[in-house]
């Protein structure tokens, strides 16, 4: 899940454009903003492709399409980036199509606490899911708990790799070390995207440190365009700045009410600087009452019951 999907409809940049980012890697940019979808990279084998995020049903169907035109080999890997939605309710289109579904086992365990409460609420929101006439989201086929998992044949070598919980408990990252490519799903986007609800917003900065010791060129992130290194260092620097602001201002004695009062539309009185303002948008206001949450609760926001 992307935070700010939906609040405006103005056609955005790039959305379903393919882009090829080295050679037999294709980055589909997903349209966030009007079908909230994610993004979608497709990686070329020997023998196969692999994908990475089942996205939503519809996303998924996209994506599916966009495979048959680069390549006409099968999709057998399909990687859950983690459970949100717009990454992982695909996952019963792509295995009907012959794929296998794959995640580390935290996209598991985050669907076995979420669901299948959140899945019957988009269904009746979105078509798409609803049409499947599924009582819940289908969890990965294969999991792994050992990072990094490693797929390799002559052509190429993909690991997968868990480096603790940002986003969600179930964050995998993908990493093609002759290519130097990382997709990072939506521990690190491109944009003001940041959902923080199921996160753990303290430990977020030292998860994206962690994925800062391989050696990146491209950085393909869960939604928004596809950058450099520079994404890395702009998101682990958003949610450090965030959680110290939101810090600053608990330790100074404010009322959470006076700094993002529940009003609509949200406002908050936190600023960050300048060099994260990609990070930021109407979805601050949000962010900062979580991060107040998780700090005064001294509980990671996605274990707080809501
Ligand atoms: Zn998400």
Redesign the pocket.
Do not use: F, K, N, V
């Given at each position: 899940?992307?935070a700010a999907a939906f609040f405006t409809t103005r056609t955005q940049a790039g959305a379903g454009e393919i882009k090829l980012i080295a050679p037999g890697v294709w980055f589909r940019e997903g349209d966030l903003q009007n079908l909230g979808h994610s993004n979608n990279i497709i990686i070329e084998m020997k023998d196969y492709l692999i994908v990475v995020d089942a996205n939503f049903p519809s996303g998924a169907r996209l994506t599916m399409e966009a495979a048959k035109r680069i390549s006409d080999k099968p999709v057998k890997y399909v990687f859950d980036t983690?459970h949100?939605g717009?990454?992982a309710y695909g996952n019963s289109v792509w295995t009907k199509a012959g794929a296998t579904t794959l995640a580390y086992i935290g996209v598991t365990e985050e669907m076995k606490r979420f669901e299948p409460n959140r899945w019957q609420a988009a269904a009746k929101s979105r078509p798409d899911v609803g049409d499947l006439h599924e009582p819940a989201p289908e969890p990965p086929t294969q999991t792994f708990d050992k990072s990094p998992f490693v797929l390799k044949d002559g052509s190429r070598e993909v690991r997968f790799y868990f480096y603790g919980w940002a986003?969600?408990r179930g964050d995998g990252f993908v990493y093609l070390p002759k290519e130097k490519v990382l997709c990072t799903g939506?521990a690190v986007v491109n944009g003001p995207y940041n959902?923080t609800a199921d996160a753990n917003i303290g430990n977020w900065p030292k998860v994206v440190r962690s994925a800062q010791t391989l050696t990146v060129e491209h950085v393909l992130p869960?939604h928004g365009p596809s950058g450099g290194p520079e994404l890395l260092d702009g998101q682990a620097r958003f949610m450090t700045e965030l959680h110290k602001a939101v810090e600053v201002a608990i330790k100074s004695g404010r009322k959470l009410e006076e700094v993002a009062p529940k009003v609509v539309p949200a406002t908050t009185t936190i600023t960050l600087p300048n060099n994260v303002k990609n990070w930021v948008g109407p979805s601050l206001p949000g962010q900062v009452r979580d991060t107040w949450e998780e700090i005064t609760q001294k509980t990671p926001h996605g274990d707080i019951p809501h």
């Open positions: 899940m992307a983690h949100h717009d990454h986003h969600t939506d959902y869960g």
